[in-house]
């Protein structure tokens, strides 16, 4: 993979205790204690060569892997786990293997290739991203943080992000499991803030090594740290490689200072707009409406086609404004166009 060669070394203790400026904030302060500390290589040292040896086999970090299928997982990646990605990044790849073969369809196929993998207007950010790599770069994925930002749907992670995994560029790459490593082990705290902060991105950048190899190691690195070890419910301590010198468990393992919010799913319209995209996934013909709000008559034999999502949709017996709503909604978002009076995905 691209960033994956061994680095050697002892696991030397550091610390970043030194130098903290109690009065600011704890990120701050560590960010500006983290600058310019003679043991931040030591930091690098031991995390990068911890991935060497664990490091997940995944298809978008290989070196043959293409910036568009590195930009695809990225997205895909975005609140769903790998094991739910992998299939269908495979399953696009092989269908679109290129920004011009995916913008060369209908947004509508993006969209019922999507499977299950929810949040469903990824699809069309993809479909817009790669229309916009084909009229805009001559259907190269772009190289540069600033002309990925400026890709439909791709926000600053994101660019950062394909930046670095794919063309091995130096960009501070912050998401989740990124800024949970962060604030455990360098700013003490259980969990970082409801959103990412200023201070964060400052303490990113602090930590990030200056040569850009190691630097796309490095974020890897950390983000697998949080993916596998430091996670959020159950981290894995004992099998850290940098537990000795973590803040947060020096401190005596705190509690965090918030709940966490999980996002319910039964019952809720996203739970109904689920049923619908499943049933416009697999239509050959616009489905009128009604077909969304009465059971068909039981004939006696198992459904078969649409009509088996059909039946789920059925199944959660949802009001009938809440179906209102799922149908306009998917219609506001672009997932769903109404053609010869019913419902379809966008051609």
């Not at 800024?179 to 969990?191: E, I, K, N, P």
């Not at 200056?210 to 981290?235: H, I, Q, Y």
């Not at 509690?255 to 109904?272: A, C, E, I, N």
């Amino acid at each position: 993979m691209l960033w994956s060669h061994p680095v050697c070394g002892a696991a030397e203790p550091f610390h970043y205790s030194v130098g903290i400026d109690t009065q600011t904030s704890p990120s701050t302060a560590a960010a500006d204690a983290a600058t310019g500390h003679a043991d931040l290589q030591v930091l690098h040292r031991r995390v990068t060569s911890w991935f060497d040896g664990i490091a997940r086999d995944l298809p978008w970090r290989e070196p043959d892997c293409s910036p568009w299928g590195v930009l695809v997982s990225e997205i895909m990646l975005q609140q769903t786990p790998v094991v739910r990605v992998l299939p269908v990044w495979h399953q696009w790849l092989e269908r679109w293997p290129t920004p011009s073969a995916l913008a060369g369809e209908p947004a509508g196929e993006a969209v019922r290739s999507w499977g299950r993998l929810g949040y469903p207007r990824r699809a069309l950010r993809l479909h817009a991203a790669a229309t916009a790599i084909v009229q805009d770069h001559g259907g190269k994925v772009p190289d540069t943080y600033t002309e990925l930002l400026a890709l439909p749907g791709v926000g600053s992670y994101t660019a950062a992000a394909v930046a670095a995994f794919a063309y091995g560029r130096r960009e501070t790459v912050v998401d989740t499991n990124i800024r949970r490593v962060h604030a455990r082990l360098v700013s003490g705290a259980a969990l970082p803030a409801p959103a990412l902060t200023a201070a964060e991105m400052r303490l990113a950048a602090a930590l990030l090594p200056d040569d850009d190899e190691t630097s796309v190691r490095w974020n890897a690195a950390v983000m697998e740290l949080g993916a596998l070890l430091c996670t959020a419910r159950a981290p894995k301590c004992a099998a850290c490689p940098v537990k000795d010198s973590c803040a947060w468990l020096a401190a005596g393992e705190p509690p965090p200072s918030y709940v966490p919010k999980g996002q319910s799913w039964h019952g809720t319209d996203r739970q109904v707009r689920g049923a619908v995209m499943a049933v416009l996934r697999l239509a050959e013909a616009p489905v009128h409406p009604d077909m969304f709000q009465r059971e068909p008559a039981d004939l006696g034999h198992a459904a078969e086609g649409i009509g088996v999502p059909l039946a789920a949709l059925h199944r959660l017996n949802s009001a009938p404004e809440q179906l209102e709503r799922a149908l306009a909604g998917l219609l506001a978002d672009g997932l769903a166009e109404m053609h010869d009076g019913g419902f379809r995905l966008p051609a």
